[in-house]
C-alpha cells in the first residue's frame, strides 16, 4: 500500500524556516496545521481576508495574484513556496521564481494545468488514459465524434474540477449544444470508460528524488463530486502495485516536487487509465491525516523542504465522507451526534458561506465499517 524509494541528498530547510503558501482554501489550512506541528512558519497568499488558510497560518498576505508588487514581497520573506491549487496565473508563479523557489515548479503546472497537455504528457510516458481528441471548433468536434465515438465526455482545456466545464456526449446531434455549453472554448473530447471503481494514488516526491506511495484509494462521486473515499480497499489488492507504479513513473517523469494525486479509473476489463493529476494534495487523501503514519500534508512539507519522506502505511482502515455546503440548507447542522462517534473525526474548514456542492468540511471514521458509519453519520445531520 505504500512504496518508498531514495536517491541523493540535497540541502534541506528545518524546523524553524518560513513556507510560502499561494492559494488559501481547505488544503492551504490543513497544510499549515501540518507545517506549525513541525515548527515551520507558514506565509499565505490569499485573494480574500478570513481565508481558511489564513485563519491557521502565521501571517497573512490579502491581495490580487495580480499584483505584482503583493506577489514580490510575499516571496521574498519566505524559504520555499508551494501551491494549494494548480491554477495559480502562470504571471504570478513567474514574479515569484525570482525570490524563491516554487514546488512544484511552473513546469509541472504548465502540463497539469491544462487538459490537453496532460493527456499529451501521459501519452508520450506511455501511461494509458482515455482516448482524446483536440478541439478548437465545432468541426473538430464533429470530426472527434466521429473518431472516438459515443458516449464521450467534451471537457474546457483549461480551469475544470469537480465536474465543471464539461459535458457528456450521448449522440453526434448533441455536438453544437455540447460546444456552446463549454463556452465555444479549447477543448478536449475523451473517449468514455467503462469503470467498475474510481481510485487514487498518492505520490510525494523530495527535492532529494525519495518517492512515497499511498494507495490505491477506492472513490466514490456524486454530481462529479467525491462523496466517499475508503483506504485500504481489498476490491483494488489486485492492482495496487501497478497503480503505485504509474503514479510514481508520473512524478518522476514530471520531476515532481511536492504531493501529487493521479486520479485513475480501474476498468471493467482489469485495466488501469490515468484520468487526471493533480499536482496538490488530494480530497482523496485527507483520510491519511488520521489513518497513516504521515499525512499527504505532512508529506507536503517534508517534500518541499528535502526533509526525509515518512512512511504512509495505514494504521487501520479508514473512510472519509465530503461535507458539502447542502447541509446547512436549514442553518448550522448539529454536530453532537458526529462528535459523539467513537473513532470520528470532524474536520470544519472554516468557510463563512454555505453554498451548494461547496466543500465545507470533511469526517473520517476509522474501523472496518468505517463508510457505513461515516455515511450514516453524515445522513443524521440531515432533519
Known amino acids: ?23 488559501a482554501g481547505q488544503l492551504g489550512r490543513m497544510f499549515a496545521l501540518a507545517a506549525a506541528r513541525l515548527g515551520y512558519h507558514v506565509h499565505v497568499f490569499s485573494p480574500r481576508v478570513d481565508s481558511p488558510t489564513g485563519q491557521v497560518s502565521h501571517r497573512e498576505t490579502v491581495a490580487d495574484y495580480a499584483n505584482v508588487e503583493a506577489i514580490a514581497k510575499f ?13 495559480i496565473p502562470t504571471a504570478a508563479i ?16 504548465y502540463i497539469t494545468q491544462n487538459r490537453l497537455r496532460e493527456k499529451q504528457f501521459l501519452t508520450k510516458i506511455g501511461v494509458p488514459c482515455a482516448p482524446f481528441a483536440e478541439v478548437n471548433s465545432l468541426a473538430d468536434l464533429r470530426a472527434a ?7 464521450a465526455v467534451l471537457k474546457t482545456a483549461d480551469s475544470g474540477y469537480d465536474g465543471k466545464g464539461q459535458i457528456t456526449i450521448q449522440s453526434a446531434d448533441e ?18 470508460i467503462q469503470y467498475q471503481q474510481e481510485l487514487s494514488v498518492t505520490v510525494a516526491r523530495s527535492t532529494t528524488g525519495e518517492i512515497v506511495t499511498c494507495g490505491p484509494i477506492a472513490n466514490d462521486h456524486a454530481n462529479h463530486i467525491l462523496d466517499v473515499s475508503r483506504f485500504p480497499a481489498k476490491e483494488l489488492a489486485s492492482v495496487a502495485d501497478s497503480a503505485q507504479a504509474m503514479g510514481r513513473a508520473i512524478a518522476e517523469q514530471l520531476d515532481l516536487i511536492g504531493v501529487c494525486c493521479v ?12 484520468n487526471e493529476i493533480a499536482p496538490r494534495p ?13 499525512s499527504q500534508f505532512e508529506q507536503q512539507v517534508r517534500a518541499i523542504c528535502g526533509l526525509p519522506l515518512g512512511s504512509m502505511e495505514p494504521h487501520t482502515p479508514a473512510a472519509m465522507v465530503n461535507l458539502l455546503g447542502d447541509l446547512w440548507e436549514k442553518g448550522e447542522p448539529d454536530w453532537l451526534e458526529m462528535l459523539a462517534v467513537p473513532r470520528g473525526y470532524l474536520h470544519l474548514y ?10 465545507m468540511g470533511h469526517f473520517t471514521v476509522l474501523g472496518d465499517d468505517a463508510a457505513h458509519v461515516a455515511m450514516e453519520a453524515r445522513g443524521r445531520l440531515i432533519p
Open 350 to 359: 472554516g468557510k463563512t458561506e454555505a453554498k451548494p456542492g461547496r466543500k
Open 175 to 192: 455536438a453544437e449544444a455540447a460546444w456552446q455549453f463549454v463556452g465555444e472554448q479549447p477543448a478536449v473530447l475523451e473517449g468514455w
Open 75 to 87: 516571496a521574498q520573506s519566505v524559504d520555499v513556496v508551494t501551491l494549494e491549487f494548480e491554477n
Open 1 to 23: 500500500m505504500a512504496n518508498t524509494l531514495r536517491s541523493n541528498t540535497a540541502t534541506s530547510l528545518e524546523p524553524g524556516a518560513r513556507l510560502g503558501m499561494l492559494g
Open 94 to 109: 513567474e514574479v515569484v521564481e525570482k525570490y524563491a523557489p516554487v514546488r512544484p515548479s511552473r513546469s509541472v503546472l
Open 145 to 151: 465524434i466521429q473518431t472516438i465515438g459515443v458516449p
Open 282 to 294: 488530494h480530497n482523496s487523501g485527507h483520510l491519511t491525516i488520521e489513518a497513516c503514519v504521515t
Open 263 to 274: 486520479e485513475m479509473f480501474l476498468t471493467r476489463d482489469g485495466e488501469l487509465i490515468v
